[in-house]
């Protein structure tokens, strides 16, 4: 007579762990971050950072702004590097054209039709000449978007398309209107 | 004679495998999404912050927000914002702050509030003595993609009149 042997199938409980999964889910769905946050520093135009160093006395000093319009984006303050031969003539009262027009080659049609690329290749020409300046005014008119204000410091903070991070003016001031 | 043989046994383990699968992966998924911040966005079709390239962290104060429709100030709102025809748009509107509650570029019951706060808070900062209750003048601005810059503008001046002189715009990190 043979005896019939048992087999001993172990069976795990997963219950408390199950329990412990779905009180946790929920708390982790609760505290969990999607999206992440970051912030943007800026002073009000009276309270700027520290001026840079004094410049070479031949060298006419920076004081960088961008005039940001429905029209594209104006550079002012560094006609020294954009016009070396010297800036176009203008009629008085009339507006200075757009140094960085829409892509569109009217007015803009949202954040992308700004030539964002340019604008950088443009004040990477600035930082070349002037390496210690790193203050920028935004001079945005009245019905431009926050959005492409925004877009705006972000190209101005740094440039990335030569594949290495490189600061160009880091430090916004907004000013009022658009001259 | 009818066959008498034992039922088969119903079927009572419940195999719950691939709930257990499933719910690992989540479990590893969303400790990895887990953060404490102090500071709380609340995304409405009237709140929608623009994208930057910005790595900086947020850090607490006072926290102003400027949707479509109101601004907040530490969850407190303050005042409706209304839209009005473009001039430069016809047949499009702009937001923009009532005309009765501007008085010049000061958004009059915005600026109260804000000077409220920053009167609390300096007073905060002497009675403690401590570096880390020092009133800073900093200031939390969480602004909707489409707002106008006349706006921006009004509430910054206005924050700017109430003391509050160092801007945080709060955004979105990405790629921009």
């Not at chain 2, 102090?38 to 102003?64: G, R």
Request: include cysteine; glycine fraction near 6%.
């Amino acid at each position: 007579m043979s005896l019939r042997r048992r087999s001993k199938d172990a069976v795990l409980d997963l219950t408390p762990i199950m329990n412990l999964v779905t009180i946790l889910i929920p708390f982790l769905i609760m505290a969990a971050e999607f999206v992440q946050l970051a912030v943007i520093d800026s002073t009000l135009p009276a309270i700027g950072p520290p001026s840079a160093p004094e410049e070479e006395p031949d060298k006419p000093p920076l004081s960088l702004s961008l005039a940001i319009t429905e029209m594209g984006v104006t550079v002012l303050g560094a006609d020294a590097v954009l016009f070396p031969d010297g800036a176009p003539e203008m009629e008085e009262g009339d507006a200075r054209p757009p140094t960085i027009p829409c892509n569109s080659g009217s007015v803009c049609k949202g954040v992308n039709d700004y030539d964002w690329d340019k604008l950088a290749l443009k004040l990477g020409e600035i930082k070349d000449e002037y390496p210690d300046d790193e203050n920028v005014i935004l001079v945005p008119a009245n019905n431009i978007r926050y959005e492409i204000i925004v877009k705006t410091m972000d190209t101005s903070r740094d440039d990335k398309s030569s594949g290495t991070l490189r600061t160009l003016f880091p430090y916004v001031v907004i000013a009022g209107g658009a001259m | 004679m009818a066959k008498s043989g034992r039922r088969p046994e119903a079927a009572t383990d419940l195999n719950i495998n691939s709930m257990m699968d499933m719910m690992t992966i989540i479990l590893v998924f969303l400790l990895k999404s887990y953060a404490t911040s102090d500071i709380s966005v609340k995304p409405n079709e009237s709140l929608q912050l623009p994208t930057s390239t910005s790595l900086k962290d947020p850090e607490l104060a006072v926290n102003l927000v400027a949707s479509k429709t109101v601004l907040v100030v530490d969850g407190v709102p303050v005042l409706n914002l209304t839209k009005v025809p473009d001039e430069e748009n016809p047949g499009k509107t702009i937001i923009a702050v009532p005309e009765d509650e501007l008085r010049g570029q000061v958004v009059t019951q915005l600026y109260d509030h804000l000077l409220e706060k920053a009167e609390a808070a300096k007073t905060l900062g002497e009675q403690t003595g401590s570096a880390d209750f020092e009133f800073k003048g900093e200031i939390l601005m969480q602004i909707d993609s489409d707002m106008p810059f006349s706006v921006v503008r009004q509430v910054m001046y206005t924050a700017g009149q109430a003391q509050f002189g160092k801007f945080r715009f709060i955004v979105y990190k990405g790629e921009g």
